[in-house]
């Protein structure tokens, strides 16, 4: 946000509103949650995980009214970040700031990868990301807003196995920088690069292979949702004068690989 909107604890003279994708579950729930907390009205972007999303939005209702709805799309089909864009703004409430936080993630080695595979990760990490970003930076220009995306310390330093996740995620570090130039001087643009933080669910990551990751973190540990939702919060609401850059939260794993 400018100056001009930032929220204090004593009381906002403004309540931005914020659109979060991939907000049901996870990192993006509490970045949801954070930013809430800080103030905000925040828009949860889900594709598949209604019940939850709708349960958050009850929840932040709860506590403060009319303060969080949902809206539901594929970020990985193109075209759906249009249709996203249009039920936020036909509330008529227009946006001060968006997280691109919805992604994919999962292994591609080389010799297995096909389009399905493409499709999914490009389509999640950095197409979707791409035309949210364009569809709404009418809205964010006149509010003069802010964009975080959700990076990756991988997409600087390859992660063994996941090759389109890899170049999907580096796409994305430069839309942010590429999006920093061109959305210049209404609207700001940064990023969070994430390291160990939630492992997945799936079983990607066997205790020994999350122990060796572990050995190579600076400090020795796996950090937290909150980790990420504090410093999107930063960049998001107390970092006027931020843009173009990228912060690694990854208990300084980047700095020892």
């Known amino acids: 946000m400018n100056d001009t909107q930032h929220s204090s604890p004593s009381g906002p003279t403004h309540a931005p509103r914020i659109l979060v994708t991939g907000a049901a579950r996870r990192v993006g729930a509490e970045i949801a949650r954070c930013l809430h907390a800080a103030g905000a009205r925040v828009v ?21 009214a009319d303060s969080a709805f949902t809206v539901r799309g594929d970020l990985a089909r193109f075209g759906a970040a249009e249709d996203i864009a249009a039920q936020v703004l036909a509330r008529g409430e227009g946006l001060d700031g968006l997280v691109n936080n919805a992604s994919s993630f999962f292994p591609t080695p080389i010799g297995g990868i096909d389009r399905a595979a493409w499709d999914e990760l490009v389509g999640s990490n950095l197409m979707g990301p791409l035309f949210l970003s364009q569809a709404l930076a009418p809205a964010l220009r006149r509010a003069g807003g802010a964009i975080v995306n959700i990076v990756d310390i991988h997409a600087d330093w390859p992660l063994t196995g996941y090759t389109v996740y890899n170049v999907a995620k580096g796409g994305l570090a430069t839309l942010t920088r590429s999006l920093a130039v061109e959305l210049a001087p209404e609207v700001r643009v940064n990023g969070v690069a994430p390291g160990p933080i939630d492992w997945p669910e799936d079983g990607q990551f066997p205790p020994e292979e999350r122990e060796r990751i572990i050995a190579h973190t600076l400090l020795k540990r796996v950090g937290s949702p909150a980790d990420i939702a504090r410093t999107v919060r930063f960049l998001m609401l107390d970092a006027p004068y931020v843009t173009g850059q990228i912060i690694a939260v990854d208990g300084g794993r980047s700095v020892h690989l």
């Open 44 to 64: 949860l972007h889900y594709r598949s995980s209604a019940g939850e999303a709708e349960s958050l939005a009850a929840s932040l209702n709860a506590l403060r």
